[in-house]
């Protein structure tokens, strides 16, 4: 196996720092310069949302990629896309809370009255939350062998995540579908591994 299989290439950081930060800046970009359409909060919640789950499906195919391609050296990108992960969810959260809900828990019952799918979401949120605080190097020398079982909660957020997505569904089934497939073709060495160990 050659050097940059097992350790990386230099370059490989920097320009997946670039890749993960180019969807917010294209964000910005397009709310600074007033191009998010006709509804600018609907546009800012739905960008937000798929750059979560597409970040999402990309850390849940590491694992599966890292054996096919022989490179253990993806592994080592996987706590970096885990924080863009968080980084863009809590983004698609802040949306939601300032622009949907105001701030005002009588507005965000309603909201939850009205479009059950958010419970979804905050739930995926929720189980992300002790991912997102311990993707630290403290953290994972704190926890050990734990972190690794801690982080296997990203298959119950990924599962969450897409439940929210296929909820909200109002005239195409295509991202939703193509969301469920990619997770579950991602699921499937995973599940095997648990059938043949039993
Ligand atoms: C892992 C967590 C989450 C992921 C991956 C995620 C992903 C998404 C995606 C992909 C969409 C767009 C669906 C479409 O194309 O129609 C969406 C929409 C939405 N999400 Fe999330 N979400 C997450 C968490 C949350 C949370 C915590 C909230 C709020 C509590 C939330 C509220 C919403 C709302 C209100 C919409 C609909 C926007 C609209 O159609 O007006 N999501 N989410």
């Known amino acids: 196996m050659s050097k940059q299989a097992v350790s990386g290439v230099p370059w490989a950081k920097p320009v997946l720092h670039i890749l993960c930060l180019l969807p917010f800046a294209y964000i910005v970009w397009a709310a600074l310069s007033e191009s998010l359409g006709t509804d600018p909060v609907k546009a800012l919640i ?3 949302g798929e750059w979560s789950i597409r970040i999402l499906i990309l850390i849940l195919a590491i ?4 054996q096919w ?3 253990p050296a993806l592994l080592r990108y996987r706590r970096m896309l885990g924080l863009y992960a968080w ?5 698609h959260f802040l949306v939601v809370l300032t622009y949907l809900f105001a701030w005002d828990w009588q507005i965000a019952q309603e909201e939850l009255l009205e ?4 419970v ?7 189980f992300m939350l002790p991912l997102g605080v311990t993707s630290n ?3 994972v020398r704190a926890l050990g062998r734990n972190w690794r079982k801690l982080h296997k909660l990203i298959y119950v957020v990924a599962i969450l995540a897409w439940v929210h997505v ?4 109002r005239s195409s089934y295509f991202d939703a579908a193509l969301y469920g497939t990619l997770i579950l073709l991602l699921f499937y060495p995973r599940l095997k591994k648990i059938c043949e160990t039993r």
């Open 137 to 139: 190097n403290r953290a």
């Open 46 to 48: 739905l960008l937000t």
């Open 166 to 169: 296929f909820w909200q569904v």
């Open 63 to 66: 694992t599966p990629l890292r």
């Open 115 to 118: 479009r059950p799918y958010i």
């Open 87 to 91: 980084f863009y969810v809590n983004l």
């Open 120 to 126: 979804a979401g905050f739930l995926a949120w929720l």
């Open 69 to 71: 391609l022989n490179m």
